[in-house]
């Protein structure tokens, strides 16, 4: 197949962006894509890319040989287009599958399947031949910006996704399915090649299930809260009480919610939770009107406007209870992302309510990051409070912590306090508050009414 006979099957019009939506083609009744149609995935690929894929695997499979199926994606081409324009965006696709054409063997193909995306079939073609074409195309997408013939220079961000045909897949609409698995992966590099084993695909049905099951215990209303109290250090007196999630199995027992967390996150389920979380701790300050309350937040929620709506409107209906809150965000959050951290802590504190940044340490929060975020103090990650009595590593590292800290004007909270040594180590150190089980394991139950007034339902 010819240079020509390639870019045809790119591009089946003389313009290369009639066929785009918006752009003088008109739409099908349908509403799909001119040229496409939806294979049982629900996804939207050229039928002819469909059908000449099917057939390369098939004739692999007769004919004892390989091949490897590419997806190459661009993943910054929105931003192109919204600097430079829709025209130059297609310049660029353009000029990148002139740059990619020549490095094919005979009988590949490569077409554009969606904006960002292009296919490559590769024939007679071992996974080590892939990974080495990926690889040139790869440096393609890099050198980009300097090599192109396009009047402006502009950097591309890309990833590359394979599968080897028929060692991993054995029809297209397979093909593309593993291809886009291994795209969308949590590998980091830039070619990403399908290796799901058994193992990872029972890590994913287990991950739905634990979502399902999560999704189906908020549906039926059995996540509760359960309360740990926070200690001052000179009194012995309880300061305040952090909020932990509960779930309450289909036999009735209790147990906690934390493993459930990352699942949650990951299956675009932490809104809810963590909006049911903070719902049910502001109705438990109206209703108690002495208590103050602590609860955690996903990293996930410091970028969540809608999330910050929320707690806002519900603070103006009883602004009273907003200086008994206490927000807790961890460093991984300020660590993913310090502009938006900070303005999520100021928007908190704006409302009247107190920041925590939990996990103090574990993240080596800088100087600056601590003065940018301005929070009202900081919880020392547990994993250096545990062994304080026996590592002297540990002691000088708390220290350290506790000295930065209250250098900012903070108040600082050691969490983990699991018995008398460490309590007696953490009060000289100098700590403000201690949280454990040497003071107390969370309850469900409202320990800071009178008997008589709160129930454990």
Same mark, same amino acid.
């Given at each position: 197949m010819n240079s020509k006979e390639k870019r045809s099957r790119m591009f089946p019009h003389e313009e290369p962006s009639a066929s785009l939506p918006g752009n003088g083609a008109p739409a099908p009744k349908d509403g799909t894509h001119p040229h496409e149609l939806a294979y049982p995935g629900g996804a939207f690929y050229p039928q002819e890319f469909i059908d000449s894929?099917?057939?390369?695997?098939?004739?692999?499979?007769?004919?004892?040989?390989?091949?490897?199926?590419?997806?190459?994606?661009?993943s910054n081409?929105?931003?192109?287009?919204?600097?430079?324009?829709h025209d130059t965006s297609e310049i660029v696709m353009h000029d990148l599958v002139r740059m990619i054409e020549p490095m094919l063997r005979e009988g590949s193909v490569v077409q554009r399947l969606q904006r960002d995306q292009l296919g490559?079939?590769?024939?007679?073609?071992?996974?080590?031949?892939?990974?080495?074409?990926?690889?040139?195309?790869?440096?393609?997408?890099?050198?980009?910006?300097?090599?192109h013939s396009a009047t402006v220079a502009l950097h591309l961000i890309g990833a590359i996704g394979s599968v080897s045909f028929p060692l991993e897949t054995a029809g297209a609409h397979d093909a593309l399915d593993k291809a886009y698995v291994a795209i969308n992966s949590l590998q980091s590099a830039p070619h990403r090649t399908f290796e799901m084993t058994r193992q990872e695909a029972d890590q994913c049905r287990q991950q739905m299930g634990l979502a399902n099951y999560l999704f189906k215990a908020f549906q039926e209303r059995r996540l509760r809260l359960a309360y740990q109290p926070v200690i001052k250090?000179?009194?012995?007196?309880?300061?305040?009480?952090?909020?932990?999630?509960?779930?309450v199995g289909s036999t009735g027992k209790?147990?906690?919610?934390? !493993? /459930?967390?990352?699942?949650?996150? +990951?299956?675009?389920? &932490?809104?809810?939770? @963590?909006?049911?979380?903070?719902?049910?701790?502001?109705?438990?300050?109206?209703?108690?009107?002495?208590?103050?309350?602590?609860?955690?937040?996903?990293?996930?929620?410091?970028?969540?406007?809608?999330?910050?709506?929320?707690?806002?409107?519900l603070l103006k209906e009883t602004p009273e209870i907003a200086s008994r809150l206490i927000v807790e965000i961890t460093e991984t959050a300020a660590h993913r992302d310090l502009r938006r951290a900070a303005y999520f802590v100021a928007s908190l504190q704006s409302l009247g309510c107190q920041v925590a940044l939990?996990?103090?340490?574990?993240?080596?929060?800088?100087?600056?990051?601590?003065? !940018? /975020?301005?929070?009202?103090?900081? +919880?020392?990650?547990? &994993?250096?409070?545990? @062994?304080?009595p026996r590592s002297a590593d540990s002691r000088f590292f708390v220290k350290t912590l506790l000295d930065f800290a209250q250098g900012f004007g903070l108040e600082t909270v050691a969490e983990f306090v699991e018995n008398g040594e460490i309590t007696k180590v953490l009060?000289?150190?100098?700590?403000?508050?201690?949280?454990?089980?040497?003071?107390?394991?969370?309850?469900?139950?409202?320990?800071?009414?009178?008997?008589?007034?709160?129930s454990k339902g």
């Open positions: 894929l099917e057939s390369t695997i098939q004739n692999a499979i007769r004919e004892h040989t390989s091949g490897s199926l590419l997806l190459v994606s661009i081409l929105a931003m192109i287009i919204n600097a430079y324009g490559i079939i590769l024939t007679n073609c071992y996974p080590e031949d892939a990974g080495a074409i990926a690889q040139r195309i790869h440096n393609i997408i890099q050198n980009f910006g300097r090599d250090s000179k009194t012995g007196e309880v300061a305040h009480y952090e909020a932990l999630l509960r779930l209790i147990s906690t919610a934390g !493993a /459930l967390i990352p699942v949650a996150e +990951k299956m675009g389920l &932490i809104d809810l939770v @963590d909006t049911m979380v903070m719902e049910k701790v502001i109705e438990e300050l109206r209703a108690s009107k002495d208590v103050i309350l602590a609860f955690n937040v996903s990293n996930l929620t410091t970028d969540n406007p809608v999330w910050l709506d929320r707690i806002g409107d939990d996990d103090f340490g574990s993240g080596y929060t800088s100087f600056r990051q601590l003065k !940018a /975020l301005s929070v009202d103090m900081v +919880k020392i990650d547990g &994993i250096f409070v545990k @062994d304080l009060m000289e150190l100098g700590v403000d508050y201690m949280q454990g089980y040497y003071f107390g394991k969370p309850v469900t139950y409202r320990t800071w009414l009178n008997e008589g007034e709160y």
